[in-house]
Structures are given as structure tokens and as C-alpha cells.
């Protein structure tokens, strides 16, 4: 029978019109070549069936779309008599990938990524795509500091058309910053400016902070940080003039070279105000931080201008422009500056949108927002809104915009985008500290329960001296005025007897309460609340004679009904890491008539954070104060669980856990007072060859401290002082605090624990 092939298909698909072959009706249709693709997939490609008429266009069309499945390499069309003969030749398929010598990453996790791109196992092999795939690996390890890796790619032959992929990787080591020079730096020392580097080269920290290897996003942020150091300091006409960065032959060590004109050092000789002002010169002025005969500091020029436009924002001018230009005496080496205010057009908030919140509800996020819609846009308003919407924490992202409403001109919405984040969560971790030893503690809570920004928890905490198991339950607005309403379920054994600083006794308490909050403005709080609550107390021969004769005297088991109030004010920028602000706390608790015993106890505490660049660029001081009064009322003494204590890492560092104060005659047990009064005062500085890292900081502190009995009169030459250096590091393990304090003016009878340490976060 005779065949006839057709040739020349593939490169004339969109060309001649020339037939190759007489067109005949299809009477049969074979498939031949294929080895694991099913016959049936091929004829579900096929655009000619049997009873079609196979002309030119047709066969052309059949290649065309077989060779657009990517299953073949190869298509040819055959014709014996009235049968069309399809001859194929597959692709092979990937039968596995594989690595080899891969260990700055995971296999794993590479797999993946390539099975994302199509390079996967049982996948059809390209070639193109194991090229891609080739130079992608090379490029992750480029950013990983590898610039010596090299990969070597093998593909396999196997049978049944398959192939196997290999990589072979051969790493080497990581290039290491060796030198960072920074030339032309004359008025300002080198070290002085490297300081404000991110990069750097190599010490005992970089393992964990990486900043040894080269980054040109950190050098891009290292540079801006130079520029701002040189203008912040008066230089006007600083300028980088170029930077290199090279990289040895062994492709090991990477040098780095900033080239610099420093300029002259120019003051301010005046500063002036032009444009529309709107409001009142002399407020305005008050705005301007930046006084003539100052050194020029373009920190104090771009806050100067940023106070003015929040200002105009807050008067509903949103788009105001506020823009400063100098003029430079070089030969006196003087600017003046003239402010020059465009105000624009005054503005409000046509509409309030709210996205994004697919498990919250629309009131959870409003009844937030400080901006009103159809009112005058304030830009104060706006900024409180966003913080107050971050400040939930069920958000992992919350932006603020203020587009303008197309076709007018004084009017814009304000849209709030928030991207949410699982808010329910279960957590065990563990801890330890030098006084409480292990502390295993575990926590279920969900803090956006149902979408509604109510809040259920159980927790668990654990150690040989506390144990606390406790459900609460919180509705931030219990109305719709913010006042919020919660309530606690709760019990709390104490187990001193294991502590050779404070008198044995055990405790067990099981109690509830209701509580209420009511804020009265944007930073202060109220609180209120009232519980109840059952106490049995055991104590042994071994326990102080003051706490058996309480026990006598009153009984082992007690009930206490308990009326709190507080008031909050905190301003601290970060809980983690705070650099700045303050908070005040004032609370005070009575044991109500209507249970068995009769006390009261009130507390106060201050706090600030000062940001301060003495001695170290990027430091804050940090001053706590603390004072305590508790006493017993008609005819009842203060219970001796409810005493104050003082001495450790939480108050007076240097001196043993909870030592100091009064102590038994026979046991030398510390037994605690009705006063206290504790005060710190930290220098705290990021650790030398970190940067800017945040997350280890070093300290320097003098405490001072003391805890009174009832009737004894209160002296500030009873108070105790410690120094010494502090360590706190945010590890991956949880927060870290290490201290080591000596005491200035110990008594004989204190008890003294210079290195003091605490693991994880205690409850």
C-alpha cells in the first residue's frame, strides 16, 4: 500500500497554501509511537475526526495543536491509503530531582518551589525550564552570601523515556564583610560614622545578626543613615561621591568603599514664614524647632515642616504643601531658610469605608475610628484611628488612606483596609528564673471571639512556688460608650516552703470577680471591680511565729470580698522595646465587710522612657518609681500573704528574691511589710557591634529599696542601693534577662545573689 508523508508541516503553518497532498475523507484514524500517553488523550486533541475531509489546513492545524499539549517532541502525520497515521515521539518525564551537597537550604522547601514552577517529579522534562531552574538556585544563594557556589546540573537518561535530574551544589563558604571604608571623612571620625552602619564586619554577634554579609538593600539604608548623620550636624553640601563594592578572587572577602565630600558646617541664620498661614503667626512659630544660630540639622527642618502640615491637617487642610528653601552664604557659611505654607483647599470625610475585615464585624473596627464622616477632616483624628484599630491585635496589617472624591475638590473618604490574622491561639511554653526555678505555663485564648473584639481565655502557670490556673471572659464595650466589662474565674496555690528567704507557709485560694473599665480619654483608663474569693492557709513548726499565731488568732481559712479601682495613663511607644513615653498606674484594693477579713492596699507607679544619644547613639534612660501602703482596718491586721516584698530582679537587683525587709528573729525568714518603696534608674544601650539590631540591649542601673513592718518608722537610710550591668535579648527561646549587681551598702543580715537570670515570660 503506498504512504505518503506529509513534510515540511511544522515550518509552513501560517505559509504556503499549497497543498502537499491530494485532501480525502478520513476513513480511519492510528496512533502510533506513544508509550505511556493514553491513546483516547491523543484523540481528544485531535481536530480532525473520522468522516472529516484532511486537507492542507487541517494536517497543518493537527501538528499545530499536538505540538501545543508540550506531551511531544516530535509530530509527523502519515497517510496509507484512507487512514491517517499520527507518529509521535513523547517528551520524557522527569522521574526524580534530586540535590547534592545542598545545606544552606532545605530540600524540602527547594522541591517545592521548583514544583510550583512546573519542575517537579512525573512532570514532562524541559530543558529550558531546568536552565531557569539552575540560575534561579544560584541566585538564592547569591543573597545568602554564596558568591563562590557553583552548580552543576546532570540530566539522566532512563528507560521508559525518563529522565533523572541532578544537582550538584557546591557551596563553599559565605563572603564576609572585611572592610568597610568610608574616604574623605575628615570632621567626623570613621568609627563614629560605621556606628550607624547596619553592615559591618565581622565580631562575636554577626552569627545571629547576619549583618556581616552584604546586602545592597542594608548598604542602601547605610547610606541614606550617612547622608542624614552629615546633615543632621550642619553639613549642607555633603554628598556621595561614589561607592564600590569588590569581592576577592577566592570570592571570600568583600570590600567596601564609600567615597564622600564632606563640605562645610553651616548655621541658621534665620527662619522665616511665608504663604497662607491660616492661623496665627506666632502658633505657627511655636512649630518651628529649628532656631537661627543653631547648627543646621535637617531632622529639625523635616519635623519643623511635618508639625506644620499635621497642624493645618488638623484644621481639615489635608492636602496642605509646606515646603522649605534655603539660602546659602558659603562664605560666612550660613542658610536662611524661608517656610513657604500652601494651606490648599479645606477638605472633609465624605464616607468611611471599612475592608478586609472578613471575621470581624463592620462595629468592631468603627467604634474605634476618632474621624467622623461628613465632618472637617483632622488629620489628629485620622492618625488616633489607625492606632486605635492596630492597637486590637486582631489585624496584621492596617492601612489608612484618604483618596479625594473624583470630581470635587473638598472632599475625600477615608478608607481603613485592615488584613486580618488568626486571633485565637493555644501556647505552652516554659521558663525559668533564679527564684522561681522551672515554670511551665500553657494559655487557650481567643481574643476576637466570633468577630465581635470579645475576648475568652484559660491559662495555666506553673512552678514550685505559684501554681494559677484561671478563665476569664472581656467585652472591651459593654455599652456603647466604651465602657468594658469582664470576668474572672480563678485559683492560686503559693508553696513558699521550698524558699529560704521568705517564711513557709502554703496558700490555696479559689475566687471569681467582675470587673469594669471606662476610658477617659485617648491614654487614661478607670477600672472598678469586685471579687470574692476563699483562702486556706497551713502553716508548720518550721513557719515563722508570726504567721502560726495569724493562723491561731484568725483561723486557716478566710473569705475576702474585695473591692479594686485603678486608674492608667501610658504613653510608652513599645512594649517590647520602648524607647519613649511614660505610664502611671494607681491601684488600690479593700477587703469589703460581707467576708472575714479586713484590709486595704494601694500602689503607685511611674515610669519614663527617655530617648538620649549620651554616650550612645540610640540609647533611652528609663526611670520607674514605685511606693505601697497596706494595713488592716477595724480591729483586723493585714493578712501576712497580702505583705509587700522587695529584693530580685524585679526590684532591687543584688540582693535575694523577696529578702529584704523585716526577717524573723529565730529564722531570719524574710516576713514582709505593710510599706514598700522601690526605685531603678537604667542607662540602656544597644550591645557594641549590633547596630541598630533592637532585640539584645545592654544596661547600666543603680536600684535602691525597701520594705517596712507595721509599726516601725520608715527611714530612707533603711533603703538599700545596688549597681551593676544588665542584659536583655528577645531570642527566638523567648526574652532573656540577665543581670549582675553589687550592693552598696549591705547590712550583715542581707542575703546577697549578685547574677540573677530569668527565662521566658513569667505570668
Same mark, same amino acid.
Request: net charge neutral.
Given at each position: 500500500?503506498?504512504?505518503?508523508?506529509?513534510?515540511?508541516?511544522?515550518?509552513?503553518?501560517?505559509?504556503?497554501?499549497?497543498?502537499?497532498?491530494?485532501?480525502?475523507?478520513?476513513?480511519?484514524?492510528?496512533?502510533?509511537?506513544?508509550? +505511556?500517553? &493514553?491513546?483516547?488523550?491523543?484523540?481528544?486533541?485531535?481536530?480532525?475526526?473520522?468522516?472529516?475531509?484532511?486537507?492542507?489546513?487541517?494536517?497543518?492545524?493537527?501538528?499545530?495543536?499536538?505540538?501545543?499539549?508540550?506531551?511531544?517532541?516530535?509530530?509527523?502525520?502519515?497517510?496509507?491509503?484512507?487512514?491517517?497515521?499520527?507518529?509521535?515521539?513523547?517528551?520524557?518525564?522527569?522521574?526524580?530531582?534530586?540535590?547534592?551537597?545542598?545545606?544552606? @537550604?532545605?530540600?524540602?522547601?527547594?522541591?517545592?518551589?521548583?514544583?510550583?514552577?512546573?519542575?517537579?517529579?512525573?512532570?514532562?522534562?524541559?530543558?529550558?525550564?531546568?536552565?531557569?531552574?539552575?540560575?534561579?538556585?544560584?541566585?538564592?544563594?547569591?543573597?545568602?552570601?554564596?558568591?563562590?557556589?557553583?552548580? #552543576?546540573?546532570?540530566?539522566?537518561?532512563?528507560?521508559?523515556?525518563?529522565?533523572?535530574?541532578?544537582?550538584?551544589?557546591?557551596?563553599?563558604?559565605?563572603?564576609?564583610?572585611?572592610?568597610?571604608?568610608?574616604?574623605?571623612?575628615?570632621?567626623?571620625?570613621?568609627?563614629?560614622?560605621?556606628?550607624?552602619?547596619?553592615?559591618?564586619?565581622?565580631?562575636?554577634?554577626?552569627?545571629?545578626?547576619?549583618?556581616?554579609?552584604?546586602?545592597?538593600?542594608?548598604?542602601?539604608?547605610?547610606?541614606?543613615?550617612?547622608?542624614?548623620?552629615?546633615?543632621?550636624?550642619?553639613?549642607?553640601?555633603?554628598?556621595?561621591?561614589?561607592?564600590?563594592?569588590?569581592?576577592?578572587?577566592?570570592?571570600?572577602?568583600?570590600?567596601?568603599?564609600?567615597?564622600?565630600?564632606?563640605?562645610?558646617?553651616?548655621?541658621?541664620? *534665620?527662619?522665616?514664614?511665608?504663604?497662607?498661614?491660616?492661623?496665627?503667626?506666632?502658633?505657627?512659630?511655636?512649630?518651628?524647632?529649628?532656631?537661627?544660630?543653631?547648627?543646621?540639622?535637617? &531632622?529639625?527642618?523635616?519635623?519643623?515642616? #511635618?508639625?506644620?502640615?499635621?497642624?493645618?491637617?488638623?484644621?481639615?487642610?489635608?492636602?496642605?504643601?509646606?515646603?522649605?528653601?534655603?539660602?546659602?552664604?558659603?562664605?560666612?557659611?550660613?542658610?536662611? @531658610?524661608?517656610? @513657604? $505654607?500652601?494651606?490648599?483647599?479645606?477638605?472633609?470625610?465624605?464616607?468611611?469605608?471599612?475592608?478586609?475585615?472578613?471575621?470581624?464585624?463592620?462595629?468592631?473596627?468603627?467604634?474605634?475610628?476618632?474621624?467622623?464622616?461628613?465632618?472637617?477632616?483632622?488629620?489628629?483624628?485620622?492618625?488616633? *484611628?489607625?492606632? +486605635?484599630?492596630?492597637?486590637?491585635?486582631?489585624?496584621?496589617?492596617?492601612?489608612?488612606?484618604?483618596?479625594?472624591?473624583?470630581?470635587?475638590?473638598?472632599?475625600?473618604?477615608?478608607?481603613?483596609? $485592615?488584613? &486580618?490574622?488568626?486571633?485565637?491561639?493555644?501556647?505552652?511554653?516554659?521558663?525559668?528564673?533564679?527564684?522561681?526555678?522551672?515554670?511551665?505555663?500553657?494559655?487557650?485564648?481567643?481574643?476576637?471571639?466570633?468577630?465581635?473584639?470579645?475576648?475568652?481565655?484559660? /491559662?495555666?502557670?506553673?512552678?514550685?512556688?505559684?501554681?494559677?490556673?484561671?478563665?476569664?471572659?472581656?467585652?472591651?464595650?459593654?455599652?456603647?460608650?466604651?465602657?468594658?466589662?469582664?470576668?474572672?474565674?480563678?485559683?492560686?496555690?503559693?508553696?513558699? *516552703?521550698?524558699?529560704?528567704?521568705?517564711?513557709?507557709?502554703?496558700?490555696?485560694?479559689?475566687?471569681?470577680?467582675?470587673?469594669?473599665?471606662?476610658?477617659?480619654?485617648?491614654?487614661?483608663?478607670?477600672?472598678?471591680?469586685?471579687?470574692?474569693?476563699?483562702?486556706?492557709?497551713?502553716?508548720?513548726?518550721?513557719?515563722?511565729?508570726?504567721?502560726?499565731?495569724?493562723?491561731?488568732?484568725?483561723?486557716?481559712?478566710?473569705?475576702?470580698?474585695?473591692?479594686?479601682?485603678?486608674?492608667?495613663?501610658?504613653?510608652?511607644?513599645?512594649?517590647?522595646?520602648?524607647?519613649?513615653?511614660?505610664?502611671?498606674?494607681?491601684?488600690?484594693?479593700?477587703?469589703?465587710?460581707?467576708?472575714?477579713?479586713?484590709?486595704?492596699?494601694?500602689?503607685?507607679?511611674?515610669?519614663?522612657?527617655?530617648?538620649?544619644? @549620651?554616650?550612645?547613639?540610640?540609647?533611652?534612660?528609663?526611670?520607674?518609681?514605685?511606693?505601697?501602703?497596706?494595713?488592716?482596718?477595724?480591729?483586723?491586721?493585714?493578712?501576712?500573704?497580702?505583705?509587700?516584698?522587695?529584693?530580685?530582679?524585679?526590684?532591687?537587683?543584688?540582693?535575694?528574691?523577696?529578702?529584704?525587709?523585716? /526577717?524573723?528573729?529565730?529564722?531570719?525568714?524574710?516576713?514582709?511589710?505593710?510599706?514598700?518603696?522601690?526605685?531603678?534608674?537604667?542607662?540602656?544601650?544597644?550591645?557594641?557591634?549590633?547596630?541598630?539590631?533592637?532585640? $539584645?540591649?545592654?544596661?547600666?542601673?543603680?536600684?535602691?529599696?525597701?520594705?517596712?513592718?507595721?509599726?516601725?518608722?520608715?527611714?530612707?537610710?533603711?533603703?538599700?542601693?545596688?549597681?551593676?550591668?544588665?542584659?536583655?535579648?528577645?531570642?527566638?527561646?523567648?526574652?532573656?534577662?540577665?543581670?549582675?549587681?553589687?550592693?552598696?551598702?549591705?547590712?550583715?543580715?542581707?542575703?546577697?545573689?549578685?547574677?540573677?537570670?530569668?527565662?521566658?515570660?513569667?505570668?
Amino acid at each position: 500500500m503506498k504512504k505518503n508523508l506529509i513534510a515540511g508541516l511544522v515550518a509552513t503553518l501560517f505559509a504556503s497554501t499549497a497543498s502537499a497532498f491530494e485532501p480525502f475523507v478520513v476513513k480511519d484514524i492510528r496512533v502510533e509511537g506513544i508509550q +505511556r500517553t &493514553e491513546a483516547g488523550t491523543v484523540f481528544s486533541y485531535l481536530p480532525v475526526k473520522v468522516g472529516d475531509t484532511l486537507n492542507d489546513d487541517k494536517a497543518s492545524q493537527t501538528i499545530k495543536t499536538l505540538f501545543l499539549t508540550g506531551f511531544f517532541k516530535d509530530v509527523r502525520l502519515e497517510i496509507e491509503g484512507n487512514v491517517l497515521v499520527v507518529v509521535l515521539e513523547e517528551r520524557p518525564v522527569i522521574s526524580a530531582v534530586d540535590f547534592v551537597g545542598m545545606k544552606a @537550604f532545605e530540600k524540602d522547601q527547594i522541591i517545592k518551589g521548583l514544583k510550583e514552577v512546573g519542575l517537579a517529579e512525573s512532570r514532562i522534562f524541559d530543558r529550558a525550564m531546568v536552565d531557569k531552574a539552575e540560575q534561579e538556585l544560584k541566585r538564592q544563594y547569591l543573597t545568602r552570601g554564596y558568591y563562590a557556589a557553583n552548580i #552543576k546540573t546532570t540530566v539522566t537518561p532512563l528507560e521508559r523515556n525518563r529522565v533523572g535530574i541532578n544537582f550538584n551544589v557546591e557551596e563553599g563558604e559565605i563572603a564576609k564583610i572585611n572592610q568597610i571604608s568610608i574616604i574623605g571623612a575628615q570632621a567626623i571620625a570613621e568609627k563614629e560614622l560605621l556606628d550607624n552602619f547596619e553592615l559591618r564586619t565581622p565580631n562575636w554577634l554577626t552569627w545571629y545578626t547576619k549583618n556581616d554579609q552584604y546586602s545592597k538593600q542594608k548598604l542602601s539604608g547605610d547610606l541614606e543613615n550617612l547622608r542624614s548623620y552629615y546633615l543632621n550636624r550642619g553639613y549642607l553640601e555633603f554628598n556621595i561621591d561614589s561607592t564600590q563594592v569588590s569581592i576577592t578572587p577566592d570570592k571570600l572577602d568583600i570590600y567596601i568603599t564609600i567615597n564622600i565630600s564632606e563640605g562645610e558646617k553651616f548655621t541658621v541664620s *534665620s527662619v522665616k514664614l511665608a504663604g497662607d498661614l491660616l492661623l496665627p503667626e506666632g502658633e505657627i512659630t511655636k512649630l518651628v524647632i529649628l532656631r537661627p544660630g543653631e547648627t543646621f540639622s535637617r &531632622e529639625k527642618l523635616t519635623e519643623t515642616t #511635618k508639625l506644620i502640615s499635621e497642624r493645618l491637617g488638623n484644621e481639615g487642610y489635608a492636602f496642605a504643601n509646606v515646603n522649605a528653601a534655603p539660602e546659602l552664604d558659603k562664605n560666612k557659611h550660613e542658610a536662611a @531658610f524661608t517656610i @513657604f $505654607v500652601d494651606p490648599g483647599r479645606r477638605v472633609y470625610v465624605r464616607q468611611v469605608n471599612v475592608t478586609g475585615n472578613t471575621r470581624s464585624r463592620d462595629e468592631v473596627v468603627r467604634r474605634e475610628l476618632r474621624q467622623i464622616e461628613s465632618s472637617w477632616y483632622d488629620g489628629d483624628s485620622i492618625n488616633k *484611628s489607625r492606632t +486605635r484599630v492596630d492597637r486590637l491585635g486582631y489585624f496584621e496589617d492596617v492601612t489608612v488612606e484618604t483618596p479625594a472624591v473624583p470630581g470635587v475638590t473638598d472632599q475625600v473618604d477615608l478608607n481603613v483596609s $485592615v488584613k &486580618e490574622k488568626p486571633t485565637g491561639n493555644i501556647m505552652m511554653g516554659a521558663g525559668f528564673s533564679s527564684a522561681e526555678k522551672l515554670v511551665l505555663s500553657a494559655s487557650v485564648q481567643q481574643q476576637n471571639l466570633f468577630g465581635s473584639g470579645k475576648t475568652v481565655g484559660v /491559662q495555666l502557670n506553673t512552678s514550685r512556688i505559684n501554681k494559677i490556673y484561671s478563665f476569664s471572659y472581656t467585652d472591651p464595650y459593654y455599652t456603647i460608650d466604651g465602657i468594658s466589662r469582664g470576668f474572672d474565674v480563678y485559683q492560686r496555690n503559693t508553696d513558699t *516552703s521550698t524558699l529560704t528567704t521568705v517564711g513557709a507557709y502554703r496558700s490555696n485560694t479559689v475566687g471569681g470577680g467582675v470587673r469594669f473599665g471606662l476610658p477617659i480619654a485617648e491614654d487614661d483608663y478607670i477600672s472598678a471591680g469586685l471579687s470574692v474569693d476563699s483562702t486556706k492557709l497551713t502553716v508548720d513548726s518550721f513557719s515563722p511565729v508570726r504567721y502560726q499565731d495569724y493562723v491561731n488568732q484568725f483561723g486557716s481559712a478566710n473569705t475576702t470580698l474585695l473591692g479594686t479601682a485603678g486608674w492608667i495613663k501610658e504613653t510608652i511607644d513599645s512594649r517590647l522595646y520602648p524607647t519613649k513615653g511614660y505610664s502611671n498606674r494607681l491601684v488600690g484594693s479593700i477587703a469589703l465587710p460581707g467576708g472575714s477579713l479586713r484590709y486595704y492596699q494601694a500602689t503607685y507607679q511611674h515610669q519614663h522612657f527617655i530617648p538620649t544619644s @549620651f554616650l550612645w547613639r540610640g540609647s533611652t534612660l528609663m526611670l520607674n518609681g514605685e511606693v505601697g501602703y497596706a494595713n488592716g482596718y477595724s480591729g483586723r491586721q493585714l493578712p501576712f500573704f497580702k505583705s509587700f516584698y522587695a529584693g530580685g530582679i524585679g526590684s532591687v537587683r543584688g540582693y535575694d528574691t523577696s529578702s529584704l525587709g523585716p /526577717q524573723d528573729p529565730l529564722t531570719t525568714e524574710s516576713l514582709g511589710g505593710n510599706r514598700r518603696i522601690v526605685g531603678n534608674a537604667e542607662y540602656l544601650f544597644p550591645l557594641p557591634g549590633s547596630g541598630m539590631d533592637k532585640s $539584645v540591649r545592654l544596661g547600666a542601673f543603680v536600684d535602691g529599696g525597701q520594705v517596712w513592718a507595721q509599726g516601725t518608722k520608715m527611714s530612707l537610710g533603711d533603703l538599700r542601693y545596688s549597681t551593676g550591668l544588665s542584659l536583655s535579648w528577645s531570642s527566638p527561646m523567648g526574652p532573656l534577662k540577665f543581670s549582675f549587681a553589687n550592693p552598696i551598702n549591705k547590712k550583715p543580715e542581707d542575703r546577697i545573689q549578685r547574677l540573677q537570670f530569668q527565662m521566658g515570660t513569667m505570668f
